[in-house]
């Protein structure tokens, strides 16, 4: 599974927006997502932030959910992995 993948994976298109960053269903982190995918094509630029983007994620618990990544809590680095 590529987060970076150009095409969007379907289990993206019932996502629902996490507010709190994190599932809406069951509050799971994104750390414990099955799947993730970050949508590098289209940037949001903000005056805030920059630029930010829509990252999704599969849950564990079957719920799909997105957030920014400006909403990214900063003890959250899963992004920095390698
Ligand atoms: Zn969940």
Redesign the pocket.
């Known amino acids: 599974m590529d987060a970076f993948s150009p095409t969007p994976p379907p289990w993206t298109e019932t996502a629902v927006h996490g507010l709190q960053f994190c599932?809406p269903?069951?509050?799971?982190s994104a750390n414990k997502s099955q799947k993730a995918w970050i949508n590098r094509r289209a940037p949001v630029i903000t005056e805030d932030y920059g630029r930010r983007w829509q990252e999704f994620y599969l849950?564990?618990?079957?719920?799909a959910w997105w957030a920014w990544s400006s909403d990214r809590p900063p003890s959250d680095i899963s992004e920095d992995k390698r």
Request: aromatic share 0%; glycine share 10%.
């Open positions: 599932c269903r069951c509050c799971s849950c564990e618990c079957g719920q």
